[in-house]
Nanobody, 126 residues
Framework: QVQLVESGGGLVQAGGSLRLSCAASGRTFSNYAMAWFRQAPGKEREFVARCSGRGCYADYADSVKGRFTISRDISRDIAKNTLFLQMNSLKPGDTAVYYC???????????????WGQGTQVTVSS
């Protein structure tokens, strides 16, 4: 059974940094696309960044390009797959619940992903 567990969210001032982690278990994810999405109150869930391919061919939303970096640590040990999101130069507009997602074939839409974590709150104060 696939399980995704996010951590690392919190409250930070504008201009600060946070690093999110997503512990993935239940299978080997080396062939899976893994992504970060976010959802602010009253808004739809939106794509943030994606790792695809056997390593991490990274794609980013324009709103985070140059500030956020996605990476992952893929292990043959199914208990040691981790997805990261390093977030720098944070803005109040980045405030949202951030979700980790995984799919065998995953694009830029939330509907592309079958597996989701429970989310972690990121709040950026001005």
């Amino acid at each position: 059974q696939v399980q995704l567990v996010e951590s690392g969210g919190g409250l930070v001032q504008a201009g600060g940094s946070l690093r999110l982690s997503c512990a993935a278990s239940g299978r080997t994810f080396s062939n899976y696309a893994m992504a970060w999405f976010r959802q602010a109150p009253g808004k739809e869930r939106e794509f943030v960044a994606r790792c695809s391919g056997r390593g991490c061919y990274a794609d980013y939303a324009d709103s985070v390009k140059g500030r956020f970096t996605i990476s992952r640590d893929i292990s043959r040990d199914i208990a040691k797959n981790t997805l990261f999101l390093q977030m720098n130069s944070l803005k109040p507009g980045d405030t949202a619940v951030y979700y980790c997602a995984a799919a065998f074939v995953g694009g830029f839409r939330a509907d592309d992903y079958q597996h989701w974590g429970q989310g972690t709150q990121v709040t950026v104060s001005s």
